[in-house]
């Protein structure tokens, strides 16, 4: 079950693909692999947000270094 957790992907939603880009290289420099993806709009209830994702076993972590960069998180899911 651990594994399992290990390999789910979670998204961080934080807004335009400007603060998505800055997220991962903040998240990046902190050794923790990410990717940039657009959010689906279901999500966001607003429309066009991008996000990094992320391992989900690293949730903390990454809410953590991403408040601590001053990025705001404006949402997030867990992934298949």
Not at 31 to 40: G, Q, R
């Amino acid at each position: 079950m651990g594994n399992e957790t290990a390999r789910k992907s979670c998204l961080a939603v934080v807004g335009s693909l400007t603060q998505a880009m800055q997220a991962q290289r903040v998240l990046t420099a902190a050794a923790v692999l990410c990717h940039v993806e657009k959010a689906d709009s279901a999500v966001t209830r607003r429309g066009c947000a991008y996000g990094v994702s992320f391992p989900c076993a690293q949730e903390a972590a990454v809410r953590r270094i991403l408040r601590e960069a001053g990025i705001r998180v404006r949402g997030g899911t867990g992934g298949g």
